[in-house]
């Protein structure tokens, strides 16, 4: 069974940085198309950043020229470098492993992470 497993979060005063990993274990990693996602309250959760197993990279406009995502397959590792952080970046963050569908037989669910809470505040 897939496990997602946070890291690296925390309070940092505005302006800091901070980097989330997620481990991926009993997975098929390098196949997947993973993401992050945040959950400020009283919001809605909302993708941060996405990146495919090709490598294609897309973010959410709030965090463009701030946050980089990436991922090292062979350590099942997802990354989100956050620099430039701001009061309203404060939230739990989720990794994802989206679902995908290899044949009519095989299919992978989607899978999340069990969250970090990152806190912005000085």
């Known amino acids: 069974q897939v496990q997602l497993v946070e890291s690296g979060g925390g309070l940092v005063q505005p302006g800091g940085s901070l980097r989330l990993s997620c481990v991926a274990s009993g997975s098929t990693f390098a196949n997947d198309n993973m993401g992050w996602y945040r959950q400020a309250p009283g919001k809605q959760r909302e993708l941060v950043a996405r990146?495919?197993?090709?490598?294609?990279?897309n973010y959410a406009d709030s965090v463009k020229g701030r946050f980089t995502i990436s991922r090292d397959n062979p350590k099942n590792t997802l990354y989100l470098q956050m620099n430039s952080l701001e009061a309203d970046d404060t939230a739990v963050y989720y990794c994802?492993?989206?679902?995908?569908?290899?044949?009519?037989?095989?299919?992978?669910?989607?899978?999340w992470g069990q969250g970090i809470l990152v806190t912005v505040s000085s």
């Open positions: 994802n492993r989206e679902a995908r569908v290899v044949s009519p037989r095989l299919r992978f669910p989607e899978v």
């Open positions: 990146i495919t197993n090709g490598g294609s990279i």
